[in-house]
T-cell receptor, first 110, second 115 residues
Framework: EDQVTQSPEALRLQEGESSSLNCSYTVSGLRGLFWYRQDPGKGPEFLFTLYSAGEEKEKERLKATLTKKESFLHITAPKPEDSATYLCAVQEGNTDKLIFGTGTRLQVFP | DTAVSQTPKYLVTQMGNDKSIKCEQNLGHDTMYWYKQDSKKFLKIMFSYNNKELIINETVPNRFSPKSPDKAHLNLHINSLELGDSAVYFC??????????????FGSGTRLTVV
């Protein structure tokens, strides 16, 4: 059965303290791996799609990487406005549905 | 100019009632979805429609019935509400296969509380 596991569940960082979030997955025929950001009381907001092992994508202080079994979301010198829940999701090769992990709740303190 | 809008934002109702949640998107997308987010923040797909045609129908009780009058609207009707239906329901839309590049666009959610 397809599965997505994210770690850690929660992460507290000091402003400027870089770190990484992990997303491990098992899926038959990965079509794409997605990263979303979710703020309290809002819907998930699309960040990146990664398609193949070795691929990297960057957006401001965020950088996502992909291997055959996991993806990392690296946050460089985070700011308080980066505080949110970060969700990882995978899409199977022959379906249109996303299978989400339970997210990592990131808090960045000034 | 909200891209994906859901109404209502909050819904508190008694067990056994029937309720509907409405969703509209103005992005020109051809695929729409309903996702349920439980108290542990786990998002799970319920249904998807492509140009008014049901594509995905996960293992969801028959009390949940989606309706898509046109490709810009996808409503969710729930009969005989139960305590376990309490959750946040998200509507989303995408450009089908091009969701790879642009992702899904989610609404801001409807928090349903059954008492």
């Amino acid at each position: 059965e397809d599965q997505v596991t994210q770690s850690p569940e929660a992460l507290r960082l000091q402003e400027g303290e870089s770190s990484s979030l992990n997303c491990s997955y098992t899926v038959s025929g990965l079509r794409g791996l997605f990263w979303y950001r979710q703020d309290p009381g809002k819907g998930p907001e699309f960040l990146f799609t990664l398609y193949s092992a070795g691929e990297e994508k960057e957006k401001e202080r965020l950088k996502a990487t992909l291997t055959k079994k996991e993806s990392f979301l690296h946050i460089t010198a985070p700011k308080p406005e980066d505080s949110a829940t970060y969700l990882c999701a995978v899409q199977e090769g022959n379906t249109d549905k996303l299978i989400f992990g339970t997210g990592t709740r990131l808090q960045v303190f000034p | 100019d909200t891209a994906v809008s859901q109404t209502p934002k909050y819904l508190v109702t008694q067990m056994g009632n029937d309720k509907s949640i409405k969703c509209e998107q103005n992005l020109g997308h051809d695929t729409m979805y309903w996702y349920k987010q439980d108290s542990k923040k786990f998002l799970k797909i319920m249904f998807s429609y492509n140009n008014k045609e049901l594509i995905i129908n996960e293992t969801v009780p028959n009390r949940f019935s989606p309706k898509s009058p046109d490709k810009a609207h996808l409503n969710l009707h729930i009969n005989s509400l139960e305590l376990g239906d309490s959750a946040v329901y998200f509507c989303a839309s995408s450009l089908g296969d091009r969701a790879f590049f642009y992702g899904y666009t989610f609404g801001s959610g409807t928090r349903l509380t059954v008492v």
